[in-house]
Each structure stands twice: as C-alpha cells, then as structure tokens.
Antibody, heavy 123, light 107 residues
Framework: QVQLQESGPGLVKPSQTLSLTCTVSGGSIGSGSYSWIWIRQPAGKGLEWIGRIYNSGTTNYNPSLKSRVTISVDTSKNQFSLELTSVTAADTAVYYC???????????????WGQGTLVTVSS | DIQMTQSPSSLSASVGDRVTITCRASQSISRNLSWYQQKPGKAPKLLIYAASSLQRGIPSRFSGSGSGTDFTLTISSLQPEDFATYYCQQSDSTPWTFGQGTKVEIK
C-alpha cells in the first residue's frame, strides 16, 4: 500500500519561500510510469493543481504559478519536494502531495494522496 | 486552460435517492476525466477514472459516463457515508484542472 506524507513549516512569512517535502512509502518513487504531483486547496475552496514531476526529473507546472514554483525529486530518499517563492496571503492553503497514475493515452488519475498540510502565510 | 464546470454546486438528497452530478469541459477532453470524493478535513479520494472506470474498492453504486465535453457521476442509491463534496478533474492537457465541486448534503 503506497502512502504519502507531507512535511514542512506550517507558517511562512510573506515574501519568503514555502518549502514542503513529500515522503513516499510502500513503493519506489523511481519505478513505474507514475508522476508525482502537488495540489493545493484554500480553506473552503476548490482544488488547484500546482505541478508534477516524473522520476526522470521532467516537470510540468501550472502557468499561474510557473514563475514561482520548483518541484524536485530525490529518488534515493523516496521523496519529492515543492518550493514556492515570494509567497503572499493568497498562498495560504492545505497542500497535498499525490501520485498520478497513467491510465492510457492522456488519462492520468490521482490514486494515492497525502493527508495534506496547512500552510499559513502571515507575518 | 480547460475550464471544468460542475452542476449543481450543491444539492440536498435523502438516503436511498439516485443522485446525478454533471461536469462540462470548455473543450473536448475525450474520456480524460476523473471523479473524486472529499469529506471535511480529508484528502480527496479517487472514485472514477477514464470517465467510467471504477477505482478498486469503490462501491458499484458509483458510476460515471460521458465523453467529449459532457460527463456525469451517478450515485444509484445514496448512502449516509456518501454525503461529501465531489470534484471532476481533466487530464487531457496541462494544467490539469478541477471543477468547482458539488456538495451533497442531507435533506
């Protein structure tokens, strides 16, 4: 059973960098055709896809965040990470990591999720 | 970006009711659509992928249909544990996008 767990500071000051790590257990992040993703959800609002990374290191980012986002992978630690720079209050949200599985052609579905971690941007 | 629009935004239903939620894409996405269920304080849970494929372990009262721009999630007989918010999500092209959610409440 694959499990994902987010970790990182719960409070970040405005203009600073938000850094989160997702640790994967029950499976190797370096195997298979999966991609590893970050999603966020402001309180009471919907889900926003932030970006994805393959175990090769190839990334895709949401254009709305692309200039501020970096996702990286460390296969030796079975972890992948998110960095979001120059944060503002608008970046306050629950951040989820998840696994995206390929279902053929352009089908990708998110079958395993972390529990989510609340990050608040405030001075 | 492909916009995903769900309707209704919320609905009230009773245990045993048949419930239908609609998701419309701003352009054709073939069958590259998934459905998720989210309960308060929890991560979303995959129900359906590729428009109509039931994820392992999900009860058969959940079903999905559609292709192109119009999709439907149906719960054939609503159970107490089904009261939650439901999201559709397209994977036809990045950025992957979600619908705004449909909250299913107890009548």
């Amino acid at each position: 059973q694959v499990q994902l767990q987010e970790s990182g500071p719960g409070l970040v000051k405005p203009s600073q960098t938000l850094s989160l790590t997702c640790t994967v257990s029950g499976g190797s992040i370096g195997s298979g055709s999966y991609s590893w993703i970050w999603i966020r959800q402001p309180a009471g609002k919907g889900l926003e896809w932030i970006g994805r990374i393959y175990n090769s290191g190839t990334t895709n980012y949401n254009p709305s965040l692309k200039s501020r986002v970096t996702i990286s992978v460390d296969t030796s630690k079975n972890q992948f990470s998110l960095e979001l720079t120059s944060v503002t209050a608008a970046d306050t949200a629950v951040y989820y990591c998840a696994r995206a599985a390929p279902g053929g052609y352009s089908v990708w579905y998110f079958d395993y999720w972390g529990q989510g971690t609340l990050v608040t941007v405030s001075s | 970006d492909i916009q995903m629009t769900q309707s209704p935004s919320s609905l009230s239903a009773s245990v045993g009711d048949r419930v239908t939620i609609t998701c419309r894409a701003s352009q054709s996405i073939s069958r590259n659509l998934s459905w998720y269920q989210q309960k308060p304080g929890k991560a979303p849970k995959l129900l359906i992928y590729a428009a109509s494929s039931l994820q392992r372990g999900i009860p058969s009262r959940f079903s999905g249909s559609g292709s192109g721009t119009d999709f439907t999630l149906t719960i054939s007989s609503l159970q107490p544990e089904d009261f939650a918010t439901y999201y559709c999500q397209q994977s036809d092209s990045t950025p992957w996008t979600f619908g705004q959610g449909t909250k299913v409440e107890i009548k």
